[in-house]
């Protein structure tokens, strides 16, 4: 797994597998981000079977999917949202990680 860390409470990551996921729990993370739309790919695994096993292992969780090119001040804002209620590192993901990066730089900037 293949994670970089771009502010010391958030790091952002390729696909996420569901059972990766104990591992990042383990690791200390508290919120999941899937900036990654459902079926964008034939391998990845969907956000509720994500989700499912995330809040077993007792992890916030936050589907903000975000299309190639089509990020959004809506998608910003959720961001935002979800970076207040969690107490704790967050890693955010998407196909390569570059979407979820350029989210976050896009919710600092409007804070």
Request: include cysteine; proline fraction near 7%; charged fraction near 25%.
């Amino acid at each position: 797994m293949s994670i970089t860390w771009i502010a010391p409470d958030f790091a952002v990551s390729p696909q996420l597998r569901v059972e990766q996921l104990s591992e990042i729990a383990a690791a200390g993370y508290c919120g999941i981000v899937n900036n990654r739309p459902d079926r964008e790919g034939p391998d990845q695994p969907t956000s509720d079977a994500i989700e499912a096993e995330a809040r077993l292992l007792g992890l916030d969780y936050a589907y903000i999917p975000i299309a190639p090119g089509e990020m959004s001040e809506a998608h910003v804002r959720a961001l935002e949202r979800f970076l207040q209620q969690v107490e704790g590192p967050v890693l955010a993901f998407c196909r390569t990680g570059n979407r979820s990066a350029q989210l976050w730089k896009l919710a600092r900037e409007a804070a």
